[in-house]
């Protein structure tokens, strides 16, 4: 199947011929699904803080930081090029500007792309588009927009002879306008850091995963912030990136589940999602992880709830990992029965671990604790479902038979059953990708944060490539599969603290006006 020149390309990419044979019995056995055994609900599996708790968990998290060092982790690789499909849509279908009025009063699909243009000048990028249109065409958005060239417009958005939106990194657009600035999401993460991740030294840690070919940029567009933002928040910055890593990829196959080829005979690998970024995670050195995804940004005026609940979230970690510390700790001298009752139910009661087996001597029971309490820990913010996209907080079964709180994605789901479409389906809440991480055992050592993945939690997708169908696979996502051996609490969080922008329209929400 393989030959000398493929052993090389494998192994110039820092992967294995045993990893690649094992992609492709991925693709032929197929990913099982997760056995999902009920929703996580307030009454069980979802901690809901009261105005009290709330205070004091900040007030932990604030009182211990300074002695902790802190980073916040935003994936941030994504062009924005989904933020645009209708745009594009459209713009292929816009010869013809006297057709589009007309289609603008009479269909309703249309509408969102009518709220576009009728509230163009509410975008943060108005005006800078504005100018362009004017330098290079001699027209303004508003003479544009009444002579119904809709094409024009977009083309100098989205095109790469214009401000080349459709082809830039997320992370780089800008999203909000402010008296004095404008802001892109990496600048408000900037500040976020301000806000609830400054540690020791007055230090706020900032790791950006980026793509390669958009990394300088990112450089050069924070090289050109960090001094604002220092001088107005008496911080200190330290902002590093990295780049998903090239053994990551997974090898594509057509659809014989054969090793796909490019046309020059190499073969074709992959970007595996965002699971692959388990091993920039693996690689951040510190107590406290805070990750959030980059788009999920508001203006400061909304900022409030955000601060407030990530500094509970790493309250609770602190807590939760100081007894879990203290737990290990005793197991390590000499327990007795009652240490080992009081320790099982902490398992049952506080972490939500059941079907925890009976056990018929102490020796086995203190190896099993030993096992479940000696892992990372993450509490994950979840809010109330309201119909956004996103996977959900669940009880699922384990392969060693123990039930605990996952992150679960709707492609693990199996809904041809009708038992588990029903638990997928009743979950009170979902993940906004909200998380603080605790990276450290009890002796202060880092986990390797690989070794507690679970590799059947990937997925298969078709795509095609030059005209020709293949199969592509995904790692098991980083919140899902690739932290399903981690310890997990959830909390709920409110919906003012989830702001995502998946459509250019987003942006027009009163959250980011």
């Known amino acids: 199947m393989f030959t000398d020149n493929d052993l090389k390309q494998i192994k110039g990419r820092g992967s294995s011929l045993y990893v690649v044979e094992d992609q492709i019995e991925n693709f032929k056995k197929g990913f099982p699904y997760l056995k999902l055994e009920k929703a996580a609900t307030p009454e069980d599996g979802i901690i809901v803080l009261d105005r009290l708790e709330i205070e004091n968990y900040v007030r932990l998290y604030d009182e211990v930081r300074k002695n902790n060092q802190i980073v916040k982790f935003v994936p941030a690789s994504g062009a924005a090029s989904r933020m645009f499909k209708l745009l594009f849509e459209f713009l292929d279908n816009s010869n013809n500007p006297e057709l589009v009025k007309e289609a603008f009063n009479k269909s309703n699909d249309l ?243 059941k079907n925890i087996p009976d056990f018929t001597d102490s020796e086995a029971s203190v190896a099993f604790l030993k096992d479940k309490l000696n892992r990372p820990l993450r509490i994950c913010g979840m809010v109330k479902n309201e119909g956004e996209p996103g996977g959900g907080p669940f009880f699922a079964q384990n392969h060693d038979g123990t039930h605990s709180l996952q992150i679960v994605e709707s492609s693990q789901v199996d ?59 995904e790692l098991p996502g980083l919140w899902n599969g690739a932290m399903s051996d981690w310890n997990t609490l959830f909390v709920e969080v409110p919906v003012s603290t989830f702001n995502p922008v998946k459509t250019v329209n987003d942006l027009l929400r009163p959250q980011h006006q």
Do not use: W
Not at 284 to 304: C, E, H, S, T
Not at 420 to 445: E, M
Not at 446 to 468: N, Q
């Open 111 to 353: 509408q969102s792309i009518k709220t576009f243009f009728d509230r163009i000048s509410d975008f943060a990028f108005f005006e800078e588009l504005d100018a362009h249109l004017k330098k290079k065409h001699g027209l303004s958005i508003k003479t544009c927009l009444a002579n119904c060239d809709y094409a024009l417009i977009l083309k100098g958005l989205l095109g790469s002879k214009g401000l080349s939106y459709a082809t830039s990194p997320k992370g780089l657009l800008k999203f909000h306008k402010y008296e004095n600035d404008l802001r892109t999401p990496v600048m408000e993460h900037l500040v976020e850091g301000a806000l609830y991740a400054e540690s020791a030294n007055k230090i706020v840690k900032i790791h950006f995963t980026v793509s390669p070919e958009h990394k300088e940029r990112f450089e050069n567009h924070i090289n050109g912030k960090t001094e604002q933002f220092k001088s107005e928040f008496s911080v200190k910055y330290d902002v590093d990136f990295s780049v998903q890593k090239a053994y990551t990829d997974t090898i594509a196959v057509n659809l014989d589940n054969e090793p796909f080829r490019n046309d020059d005979g190499t073969l074709l690998f992959r970007p595996a999602g965002h699971g692959a970024l388990i091993a920039n995670l693996d690689e951040i050195d510190a107590d406290i992880i805070f990750v959030k995804n980059i788009d999920n940004v508001v203006p400061d005026k909304l900022k409030q709830d955000t601060i407030t609940y990530k500094k509970a979230l790493a309250g609770i970690l602190l807590k939760f990992q100081e007894r879990i510390f203290n737990y290990l700790v005793r197991l390590d001298g000499s327990v007795i029965d009652e240490d080992i009752n009081e320790m099982i139910s902490f398992l049952k009661n506080e972490l939500s671990i």
């Open 415 to 473: 809904f041809g059953d009708e038992s588990q479409k029903a638990i997928a389906l009743s979950a009170s809440h979902f993940n906004p990708v909200d998380l603080v991480c605790g990276v450290r055992n009890y002796k202060g050592t880092k986990f390797d944060l690989t070794k507690y993945v679970d590799p059947s939690a990937g997925f298969i997708s078709e795509k095609s490539k030059d005209g020709r169908e293949l199969k592509a696979q």
